[in-house]
C-alpha cells in the first residue's frame, strides 16, 4: 500500500494564481482532512471529509475549496493565491472519526510571492 | 475550545540520556492522543497512539503516558542517540478533529 499520497511536492505560486493541490489515499478510508503548518507552529485543520461527496469546513477554510466524488481522492484547491497562503499542507486519513489514527501523507510545501 | 501546549519548545540533550517531552490539553473529553515525530522538511510519522480509556503506550525505547483528567501526556525516550533529534508533536482528538501543540524539538548531541 502506498498509503496517502500527495502532489506536487514543492510548488511556487505569484499573488492571485490558483492551483490544486491532490491527495489520494489507498487504504480504502472514510475520513481524509486537510491541514496547514505554519513554521514552528502545530498542524490546523482546513476541511475535512466523513466521505464521498461530504465535506465541511475546520479551522482556517479561507480560500480554500475542496470536494470529494471518490473516497480515494479529495484535492484542494487554492484560488487567488495570498503570500498567507504560503505553508507546508497535509493531507490525512483515517477509518472513521474519534478513537481512529490518523494516516499522513508526505506533504506539499507551497510559497506564494 | 481544544488548546494543545508543549513544553518546552526546544530541548538540547547529550546522547545517552533520556528524554521526557510534555503535552498539556484544556478539554478532557478526549477520544485519543497521538504522539507524532517530524524530521526536518518532512511529514509526520505517527510513533504512538494511546486511546482516553488507557495509561500508557509503550514501543522500544518510548513510553507515552496520559493522564486525561488533569490534561496530560508524556513522551519518554530512554538512552536518547543522535537520531532521535527531531521535532515531536503531540495531537488531541475530540471526535473527527486532531489539536496539535506546537511541538518540541530535540536535539541530541554526539
Known amino acids: 500500500n502506498a498509503g496517502v499520497t500527495q502532489t506536487p511536492k514543492f510548488r511556487i505560486l505569484k499573488i492571485g494564481q490558483s492551483m490544486t493541490l491532490q491527495c489520494t489515499q489507498d487504504m480504502n478510508h472514510n475520513y481524509m482532512y486537510w491541514y496547514r503548518q505554519d513554521p514552528g507552529m502545530g498542524l490546523k485543520l482546513i476541511y475535512y471529509?466523513?466521505?464521498?461527496?461530504?465535506?465541511d469546513k475546520g479551522e482556517v477554510p479561507n480560500g480554500y475549496n475542496v470536494s470529494r466524488s471518490t473516497t480515494e481522492d479529495f484535492p484542494l484547491r487554492l484560488e487567488l493565491a495570498a503570500p498567507s497562503q504560503t505553508s507546508v499542507y497535509f493531507c490525512a486519513s483515517s477509518t472513521a472519526g474519534g478513537f481512529y489514527e490518523q494516516y499522513f501523507g508526505p506533504g506539499t510545501r507551497l510559497t506564494v510571492t | 475550545k481544544q488548546e494543545v501546549t508543549q513544553i518546552p519548545a526546544a530541548l538540547s540533550v547529550p546522547e545517552g540520556e533520556n528524554l521526557v517531552l510534555n503535552c498539556s490539553f484544556t478539554?478532557?473529553?478526549?477520544?485519543?492522543l497521538q504522539w507524532f515525530r517530524q524530521d526536518p522538511g518532512k511529514g509526520l510519522t505517527s510513533l504512538l497512539l494511546i486511546q482516553s480509556s488507557q495509561r500508557e503506550q509503550t514501543s522500544g525505547r518510548l513510553n507515552a503516558s496520559l493522564d486525561k483528567s488533569s490534561g496530560r501526556s508524556t513522551l519518554y525516550i530512554a538512552a536518547s542517540q543522535p537520531g532521535d533529534s527531531a521535532t515531536y508533536l503531540c495531537a488531541v482528538s475530540n471526535d473527527y478533529k486532531l489539536s496539535f501543540g506546537a511541538g518540541t524539538t530535540v536535539t541530541v548531541r554526539a
Open positions: 471529509s466523513v466521505g464521498a461527496g461530504i465535506t
Open positions: 478539554d478532557s473529553a478526549i477520544y485519543n
